[in-house]
């Protein structure tokens, strides 16, 4: 009995010890950011170099353009730091005075609507960049393309409700019982008085 249940401690060790193999990933999403960073600077000196020589909308989408790449690069940071502490192993960065506020209680349900409505928004800058754009579009004929960018950002919000819902419902289940003794420890103190 006793060999079983070391056998089964090793076990569950390795498996315990497996969340590691994801910290290779992250690390990739790191570097992946790096090479995203030299594409947003090579992006921003092109506009430098042409800055006298676009045109309104021309300039405002070339904005657009810098905008989504930095919402993009929220997105990564978002998966690496979320999906590390979540996954592979806290960071501990409690006390240090620029922790982000979204890694406040921080858990895989809401790092997933915050992935959902990063989504939503950088589908939304699109959706922006091709309405700007519109006259273009209008004259290569290419409704269906707008149709569709529409379509899968209303798919996007339609997500990121659903998720935000269905986490609100699981919290409020977990938590309905410590929630309606405070109700009616609240409410024992009002008839008292």
């Given at each position: 009995m006793n060999a079983v249940k070391n056998f089964e401690n090793f076990f569950e060790g390795i498996m315990f010890w497996s969340r590691w193999v994801?910290?290779?990933?992250?690390?990739?999403?790191?570097?992946?950011?790096?090479?995203?960073?030299?594409?947003?600077?090579?992006?921003?000196?092109?506009?430098?170099?042409?800055?006298?020589?676009?045109?309104?909308?021309?300039?405002?989408?070339?904005?657009?353009?810098?905008?989504?790449?930095?919402?993009?690069?929220?997105?990564?940071?978002?998966?690496?730091?979320?999906?590390?502490?979540?996954?592979?192993?806290?960071?501990?960065?409690?006390?240090?005075?620029?922790?982000?506020?979204?890694?406040?209680?921080?858990?895989?349900?809401?790092?997933?609507?915050?992935?959902?409505?990063?989504?939503?928004?950088?589908?939304?800058?699109?959706?922006?960049?091709?309405?700007?754009?519109?006259?273009?579009?209008?004259?290569?004929?290419?409704?269906?393309?707008?149709?569709?960018?529409?379509?899968?950002?209303?798919?996007?919000?339609?997500?990121?409700?659903?998720?935000?819902?269905?986490?609100?419902?699981?919290?409020?289940?977990?938590?309905?019982?410590?929630?309606?003794?405070?109700?009616?420890?609240?409410?024992?103190?009002?008839?008292?008085?």
């Amino acid at each position: 009995m006793n060999a079983v249940k070391n056998f089964e401690n090793f076990f569950e060790g390795i498996m315990f010890w497996s969340r590691w193999v994801q910290a290779p990933l992250y690390g990739g999403l790191v570097v992946g950011s790096a090479l995203y960073l030299t594409k947003f600077f090579q992006e921003l000196f092109h506009v430098f170099e042409k800055t006298l020589e676009l045109h309104e909308i021309e300039m405002m989408l070339k904005i657009l353009s810098l905008i989504d790449i930095s919402m993009v690069m929220n997105l990564l940071v978002m998966v690496t730091i979320g999906g590390y502490s979540i996954f592979v192993s806290k960071i501990d960065v409690d006390m240090h005075e620029d922790k982000p506020l979204w890694l406040e209680g921080l858990d895989a349900g809401q790092l997933k609507i915050k992935l959902a409505t990063s989504l939503a928004s950088i589908s939304g800058v699109q959706l922006l960049k091709t309405f700007i754009d519109y006259r273009e579009a209008q004259e290569k004929n290419d409704t269906e393309a707008i149709v569709m960018e529409i379509v899968i950002h209303m798919v996007f919000i339609i997500s990121a409700l659903l998720l935000s819902q269905t986490e609100k419902i699981t919290h409020s289940y977990h938590g309905g019982e410590e929630d309606h003794e405070d109700e009616s420890e609240g409410d024992g103190g009002e008839k008292s008085v």
